[in-house]
């Protein structure tokens, strides 16, 4: 594969995905029978830079890893999606594990355990200062401690590098923070979470929500609304609507992150906003009717020819 894009850095999480799956999720209290469980490879920053890969992007990922015995095969298995992993460190600690369980309708719940990612420092950031100085794109999340992603987004904004944020799984974020930010990605409850907004189906909440994230001091933003489509909007508030491809659902886990990286690539690779929604929308569509995280991302070839499938 011909990779065009500049360098994207990714410095987020890395994580084993212990996954259950259910025929549905328990009360409170309740124990259900897991029809199958498996181990995957997962974390949303490594997910994120294996779509990115997985679409043509050039992507180095700094991240932390255990000293147990998953840590090698996680990365091993990051690399093979051409995912440059040189940078990432290896800490006396376990890998960062992530519980989730999906139920039959592919939805999920994720329960997280930050182990080596809880380990990453700002000081090993700044041990990497060539990082940012040969990239293009940082993109960050909210799985690794928040002075290291704050660090990130200060270094790249300060070298003009694009910075893109997923505040996933939501959690405060500092005022300061926002004007640091080119383009947030983030899905209905981490809007939710940020504006106060009750995002019901009424696109005029979310348009209010992704207006409000605009005047917090965010250049772009995009709101993604899981089988409704998603929401672009500018800092001049001009609006881009997107709806996504109707697929049969296996499992949503790193269906964002997939949007993401393809988002990213399809904008470095010079496509309009409307064009890098669709393709972003095409490839979590695929990524959702697939089990598991990095294993459902699909590479550029799989989204251009279901692209082709849905015009025709
Ligand atoms: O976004 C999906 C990811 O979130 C999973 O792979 C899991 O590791 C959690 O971090």
């Not at 990130?152 to 300061?176: C, D, F, H, M, W």
């Amino acid at each position: 594969m011909e990779r065009t894009v500049l360098n994207i850095v990714v410095v987020g999480s890395i994580n084993m995905d212990f996954v259950c799956y259910i025929r549905k999720l328990p009360q409170l209290g309740e124990t259900v029978q897991s029809y199958k469980t498996e181990t995957k490879s997962g974390g949303k920053g490594a997910n994120q830079a294996v779509a990115a890969a997985l679409s043509g992007g050039n992507v180095t990922l700094i991240g932390a890893v255990g000293n147990d015995f998953y840590s090698r095969d996680i990365l091993f298995g990051i690399k093979k999606y051409q995912v440059n992993t040189d940078r990432v460190l290896w800490k006396d600690s376990d890998i960062g594990t992530s519980f989730v369980v999906v139920d039959e309708t592919g939805q999920n719940n994720v329960f997280l355990s930050e182990g080596a990612n809880g380990c990453l420092t700002v000081e090993d950031l700044q041990g990497l200062p060539e990082l940012f100085d040969s990239s293009s794109v940082l993109l960050v999340q909210n799985e690794i401690p928040w002075a290291c992603t704050r660090y990130a987004l200060e270094a790249a904004k300060q070298r003009g590098v694009q910075t893109y944020y997923n505040p996933a799984p939501a959690s405060e974020i500092e005022e300061v923070v926002f004007p640091l930010i080119d383009v947030m990605i983030l899905n209905e409850s981490e809007a939710e979470f940020i504006t106060s907004i009750r995002l019901e189906d009424d696109l005029s909440n979310i348009r209010q929500a992704a207006s409000q994230i605009i005047a917090l001091g965010v250049k772009e933003v995009i709101i993604t609304l899981g089988e409704k489509g998603s929401l672009y909007m500018n800092h001049q508030e001009e609006a881009v609507f997107t709806s996504a491809y109707p697929v049969q659902v296996v499992d949503t886990t790193a269906a964002g992150d997939t949007f993401i990286g393809s988002f990213i690539v399809a904008r470095q690779q010079g496509m309009t906003i409307k064009d890098a929604l669709q393709r972003a929308s095409a490839a979590s569509a695929i990524a959702v009717s697939r089990a598991g995280a990095q294993e459902s991302i699909p590479n550029v070839e799989e989204i251009a020819n279901f692209l082709e499938r849905c015009s025709t």
